[in-house]
């Protein structure tokens, strides 16, 4: 199950958060001015809150993370050497 | 070359050759990119599907259409997801039946953001255009995947079966 945290200090009330996510996890504290976790179990994980947090403030855990393809070759033979 | 960079090289030009026509079609056509590229979905939807077993329940032909994608050796994972504060996973809407979709690994979105496109463009609707082809040979009604939200790790999509039609002929 996906989990969510967001680090009050370093949250500046923008809103972002609240305004993007698509389940609703976020609310707005109005008196304190900062973003809070409403319902961590309807994070989906698209990461777009954290993405969009200009203070990097939200951190996901248990997430599934998408595996990239492999951009490029060469690259990527360098890399799967140390796998 | 061993064989699996071979193949990484053919899927990167594929990915490569996708995602330049939907960008190239929706500089030249505009909307009407997004009706190729769900008419090409809905072909290879039909397509895999046309074996597949014929259900009525909404979950059991999200299952069908799982394995069908599966078999194919498709990238296109996706789970029914419902907030905690609902009951059901499928609701009844005025058009028919709903069900909330969370796509995970999908081809389109890496193909997309490996070559810098935006989503919810052209060949996001391939997906919709998949899932109404294999859904009419399975349920035997026509269907709307409305993308909700894109995100850079999940999408959020919302499935309609249209029950309230009059079921297509098998």
């Not at chain 1, 200090?9 to 976790?37: H, L, Q």
């Not at chain 2, 995602?19 to 590229?37: C, F, N, W, Y």
Request: charged share 25%; aromatic share 10%; proline share 4%.
């Amino acid at each position: 199950m996906v989990h969510v945290e967001i680090n009050e200090s370093g949250c500046r009330g923008c809103r972002m958060c609240v305004d993007i996510c698509p389940t609703e996890v976020f609310e707005f504290d109005e008196p304190a001015r900062k973003a809070r976790v409403r319902e961590s179990e309807d994070c989906i994980g698209c990461l777009s809150c954290s993405y969009l947090c200009p203070s990097k403030s939200i951190t996901h855990s248990d997430f599934p993370v998408v595996k990239n393809f492999y951009r490029d070759l060469q690259f990527c033979r360098k890399k799967e050497a140390f796998l | 070359m061993s064989e699996t960079d071979s193949l990484r090289s053919d899927l990167l030009e594929a990915m490569n050759f996708l995602g330049a026509m939907a960008a190239g079609l929706e500089e030249a056509l505009g909307d009407p990119s997004k009706s190729i590229s769900y008419l090409a979905g809905e072909k290879l939807g039909l397509q895999f599907s046309s074996g597949a077993n014929r259900v009525d329940d909404l979950q059991d032909a999200l299952q069908e259409v799982s394995s069908i994608l599966y078999k194919n050796h498709c990238l296109w994972a996706f789970e029914p997801f419902k907030k905690k504060s609902e009951k059901e996973m499928v609701h009844l809407s005025q058009e028919g039946e709903e069900i909330m979709l969370v796509f995970r690994d999908c081809m389109i979105r890496q193909s997309l953001f490996c070559y810098g496109h935006p989503q919810k463009g052209s060949l996001c609707n391939m997906m919709f255009g998949f899932f109404s082809g294999a859904l009419k040979n399975i349920t035997g009604y026509s269907s709307r995947l409305e993308i909700v939200h894109a995100g850079e790790n999940a999408c959020y999509k919302r499935l309609t079966l249209f029950r309230k039609q009059n079921p297509l002929p098998a």
